[in-house]
C-alpha cells in the first residue's frame, strides 16, 4: 500500500548484537497521516456562519478577552491599536483576523525519521495519542498514578501503532518524577523511544525553553532555526482568560518558529454557554484573539485553530462526550477554521467511561468519526483516553489505535478507475454466482478492505472455546505482545550522550518540585 | 420537547384494576421520527455518479438479472419491452429506471396509535429494531435459541424504548413455534404488544396474505385498502437473483398498496466484487430491476431502495462490520437513491462481536453515525443486532436504544435564534466567569444537552462503590426495569378478540412444519 512507510531499521554500527535484534526484531508498518479523499461535512450555513462571526467580532471589541500578569502582551496590543483598560483588551472589529491573515494555511513538522513528517493542514489529518491524565489503568493493575515507566511504555505503544503518526507529549503524567524536572524525562522519552514527531512542554515558560534546547540537539541548531520540530498545546482559559503560563510557553514557541495549537477548553455549560451557536461564537472570539497574539510575537509562526469541547452533564456537573451537542460544535468551528485558513485540531476518542468498555467505545467512535468528517488537521487524544482524561488506559490505547484505521480506510473516499468499477467481475460472476474466486477477487482482495488488527472475527465456537475473551481481554494480549516485542528505533550515539547530558545538568541544577 | 408525543394511555372502560393500573404505570415516552436538520455527507462526485448509474445499466442490458420459478414475472417483463431468456431477463437501458419513476418519494406508514405514525422519506430517518436472529443472549442466559417468550420481550423492550420509532419485524425466531404459523404470533405480538408501527411477514406469499388479513382486522378494511400499515422486507438474492419466495412476498404487498424495501443483501467480496464502485454498481442494478417489478406488479406502491452491505474478513470469510469499504458504499447508495427520489434503507448497530463489548459498540457506532449522515430514511437493526446478526441481545437493545438518541440530537443540527446566540450570558459572564448560574443556563440547561438514559456519568468513588460495573451490568439492570414495569397499550377488547381469534383459525387449519 503506498500509504505505508516501512519503519527505519538502521543498524548501529552493525555490531553482532544490533544484527541479532535486527534479526529478532517485530516487522511493523507506519501509515502515512491521512491525505483526505473525502468532502468535509458542514452543519453551517452561510447565514449562520456570518452570525457567528459577526458576533464572535462584537464579544472581542464590546467585552474584549482579558491576559493575566503579562504586561509585555498589553504593550503589543495597544501597539497594536487594541483598548487596553488593565488587563482587559478589546480588540477593534477585524483587528483579530486581519493578524491571523498571516499564520500560515499548513506546515510541516519534521521528525527525526524524516519518514514520519507530518503536513499538518490543507485535507491532511495527523493522529496524535492521549495528553494529560495523572491515572494509568491495565487489565491486570487496575486504576493507578502515573510513573515515569507508565510514560516510556505508552510512547512505545505510540511508536509501534500502525495508524498513529505522532508520539504526542504528556502521554500520562509521571507522577513520580518532580513536577519541575518531568518534562525533561517526557522530551527524552519521546526523542529516544520513538522516531515520530512530538509535542513540547507548555508547564513553564522555562520548560518550553528546555524543550527548544533538547530540539537543538536532536536535530541540529540550524535545523531547528529554520524548521518547525514541536507542535505544542497551548489551552485558554475559557471564558476569554490568556494566563500568563500558557502565553509565556506560547511566546517561546512563536519565537522560535515552533508551532502551537491555540485551543480555547470548553465544557458547554460551564466554560461556555450552552447553545452550540453561543459555543461557537466564544471558540471563535478567543482563537482569534489568541492567534492574533500568536502572530504579534512572531509574523508567520506556525498555528492550529484548537478547540476542545465536551458538555456537562446538568444533573451531576460531569463532563459527558460523545455528545450531539459537542459534534455539532465540532463540525461548526472546523468550517471557522477553514474560513480563516487555518489548521483546525479537535476531536479525539473521548469518553467518560471508567473502563474500556461498551460505554467508553460507543462515545470515542462518536468523536473519531466526526474529527474525521469535521476537517480536523491534528487529532490529539486519539487513542489511549478514558474517565474524561483522567485516565490513560493501556487497552483503550490499542483499541482505539486499531480504530484509527478505519478512519484512514474512509477517508481514501471512492476511487472509479477500470479495476475499481469491476465491470468484468460482474460480468465473470453472472447471476446466482459468487465472487469469493473471481479474477478481480483474486487481484484485488489483499488490499480491499480494511481489516482490524485486534478485534474478534472469529466463529463463535473457536472463540467460545478460546476462552470467550471480550475486547478487553484481547487488547490486554496485544499490550503485553507489542512491548515484549518493542525494539528502540536506531540512534547517534553522540545524539543520545548529549540528550542525556542535558537532562542531567538541567536537573541538578534546581532542586526537587513537586507541586 | 416539541419532538416528543405523549405515550398513549387510554384507560378501558375505567374499571378499578384499569385505573390501578394507570397510577402503577411507569412514565416514558417515545420521540417522533427524525426529521434531519443537517445536509447528508456524500462521498461521490458528479463524474462516479454517473459512471456507476451508467455501468448499472449496462448490467442490466448485457448480463441482466434472475427472476427464478416465477412465470407470471417474466410475463410481465416480457409485455414491458425487456428480453427474457428462460428465466433470464435483459432489460434495455434506461427501461427500469422508466418504470421506477412512478414509486412514491415518500410514504406515511399508519400505527394503530396515529401519534406514532411515521413519514418514511424526505429528511426523515425511521428507527427499527434489530430483524431475523435465531438466537439471543442475555448477560445471565449467556447465548441461547430465541423463543417466543424472548420476542415478546423484545417487543415490548421495543414499545417502551423512547428514541425506536418503529416496532420492526423478526426481532428475533421464536424457535419454539413452527416455522409455518410464527408469523401469526409474532404479528400478533406486534399489533397487541406494542401501537407503533411494524412490519410484515416475508417467508411465504401466503404468510404475507395473513399479514395482511390481520391488518384488515387491526385497521380495518376500508383503512388497509388505502393506506400502508405495513413496510416488509424483500431481501435480493445478490448477485442478481430474485427468488420465489421473497417476489412473491413482494407481489402480496405491492397489489395491497404495503410497502417493501427491496433490498441486495451484500457481504462484499463473496455477493459483490470487492471494490466500493463495484459494489454500488451492482446494488443499483438489483434495486432498479426489483423496484421496477415491484411498480409493474402495481403502479404507485409504496417502496424503499435497500442495501445491505457489510464486507468480509478475507482471512477467516467471516462477515466484519463498521469497516470504512461499507460506510462508503451506505453513503454512496444514499445519493444513487435520492438521484431516483426514493426513500433509502441502510445502516443499523451492526457489530461481529459476540458480546456486548467494545469491539460491538465501536462497530455499531460507526454504522450508526454513518447511517445518519448518509441520508437514511429506514433503519433496520437500529439496536439489539450481534454476532454478525446471529444473536438479539437483551443488552445491547437498550445499549444502541440509548445510543439513538445521540442521533435525534445530531440531526437538529444548529439553531442561530437569538437565544441560540446566548451574546446576553457572554456578555453577562464576562472573561473568568462561568456559565453554571447565568440566566441564559438557567433558561435553556433542561433542553440544551442530550442525556444518556443509560451510561455512567458518576464520580469515580460512587461507581466504584456501586459495584464498578461496566455497560453491560448497567445495561441488564434496564431490561429488567424495563419488563418489570411494562404494560400492554390499551386496546379495543373486540379487536383484540378478532385478532386472536384469526391467528387460533389459521393455525388449525394447517399441520406443524418445523423446516
Known sequence: MSDIAPTQRRTRGGGGAARRAERSAVSFETARFIERNIPNFEVLNEEALEIIEHNAETVLQEIGVKFVNNPAALELWKAAGADVDEERVRIPRGLARQLCATAPGSYTQHARNPARNVEVGGKNLVLAPVYGPPFVRDAEGGRRY??????ENFVKLGYMSKW??????????????PVNKRHLDMLHAHMTLSDKPFMGSVTEPSRAQDSVDMCKILFGEDFVQQNTVMTSLINVNSPMTFDD???GSMEVYARNNQACILSPFIVGGAMAPVSVAGTLTQVLAEVLA????????????????????TSIDMNSGAPTFGTPEASLITYG???????????????????????PDAQAAYESANSLNMGLLSGVNFMLHACG???GGLVSSYEKFVMDADQLGVLHGLAKGVGVTENDQAMDAIAEVGPGGHYLGCAHTQANFKTAFWRSGLLDYKPFETWDEEGARDTQALAAVKVRQMLDSYQKPAMDPATEEALAAFVAERKAAMPDAFI
Not at 164 to 177: A, N, W
Not at 296 to 307: D, E, Q, T
Not at 346 to 351: E, W
Open 290 to 309: 489568541g492567534i492574533a497574539y500568536n502572530q504579534l510575537v512572531r509574523k508567520g509562526a506556525p498555528v492550529i485553530f484548537g478547540a476542545f469541547v
Open 164 to 177: 498513529l503518526h505522532h508520539s504526542g507529549g504528556t502521554v500520562c503524567e509521571p507522577t513520580d518524577i
Open 333 to 355: 468551528a472546523g468550517q471557522l477554521a477553514r474560513r480563516m485558513g487555518l489548521p483546525y485540531r479537535s476531536a479525539g476518542a473521548f469518553c467518560g467511561s471508567k473502563l
Open 146 to 151: 502515573a510513573t515515569m515507566a507508565d510514560f
Open 245 to 247: 503560563v500558557m502565553m
Open 385 to 387: 483516553w478514558l474517565e
